[in-house]
């Protein structure tokens, strides 16, 4: 079992940055690859990036590639987002994943409850 708590959402000019925090509880966090996904008002819930178990391999969603960064501090139990170049696009629910190396909502076993993101042009 993994419970996640993410923060680090806010409101932001566009071109600015932000980096999203997702505090993973448990033993196992190492084994767990994990994910972020957005969700605007009234769209689809959407992968923005994920990153394996160990780290090594990461994955972008194309709107948020060269800008997007997810990576992992394995003493903290956290993956981070670093966002940079914000977008008045990017405004929406970040969510923290857990569970599978995958673009797919379906694949993923453990969800966090969501941090806002707002950018304004």
């Known amino acids: 079992q993994v419970q996640l708590v993410e923060s680090g959402g806010g409101l932001v000019q566009s071109g600015g940055s932000l980096r999203l925090s997702c505090a993973a509880s448990?033993?196992?966090?190492?084994?767990?690859?994990m994910a972020w996904f957005r969700q605007a008002p009234g769209k689809a819930r959407e992968f923005v990036a994920s990153?394996?178990?160990?780290?090594?391999?990461?994955y972008y969603t194309n709107s948020v590639e060269g800008r997007f960064a997810i990576f992992r501090d394995f003493t903290k139990n956290t993956v981070h987002l670093q966002m940079n170049s914000l977008k008045p696009e990017d405004t929406a629910i970040y969510y923290c994943?857990?569970?599978?190396?995958?673009?797919?909502?379906?694949?993923?076993?453990?969800w966090g409850q969501g941090t806002q993101v707002t950018v304004s042009s």
């Open positions: 994943a857990a569970g599978a190396f995958s673009a797919r909502v379906t694949a993923y076993d453990y």
């Open positions: 448990g033993r196992t966090f190492s084994s767990y690859p």
């Open positions: 990153i394996s178990s160990g780290g090594g391999s990461t």
